[in-house]
Nanobody
């Protein structure tokens, strides 16, 4: 059973940065495609970024140039570095194993002055 645990969320001012982490267990992490999603109040969950086992990445247009997804297979962890944060980035951010399935519990990111 895949288990995913996110951390790193919080309150940040516009223009600030945060780094989210997602620690995985119960899967063969090194061959998983991993994704970060977010869900804002009253909106559908949307894909933010994903990274394949080979390191290929893809981003939503709204975060291109500001967010960076990366992975450390030795630590079974995927990261999301978020820079130049905007109020519209406020959401609960979820980690997903797109290969083996499974979702984390989510971590709240709030961008506000």
């Amino acid at each position: 059973q895949v288990q995913l645990v996110e951390s790193g969320g919080g309150l940040v001012q516009p223009g600030g940065s945060l780094r989210l982490s997602c620690a995985a267990s119960g899967s063969i992490f090194s061959i998983s495609t991993m994704g970060w999603y977010r869900q804002a109040p009253g909106k559908q969950r949307e894909l933010v970024a994903h990274i394949t086992s080979g390191g290929s990445v893809n981003y939503a247009d709204s975060v291109k140039g500001r967010f960076t997804i990366s992975r450390d297979n030795a630590k079974n962890t995927v990261y999301l570095q978020m820079n130049s944060l905007k109020p519209e980035d406020t959401a609960v951010y979820y980690c997903n194993d797109r290969t083996f399935g499974g979702w984390g519990q989510g971590t709240q990111v709030t961008v506000s002055s």
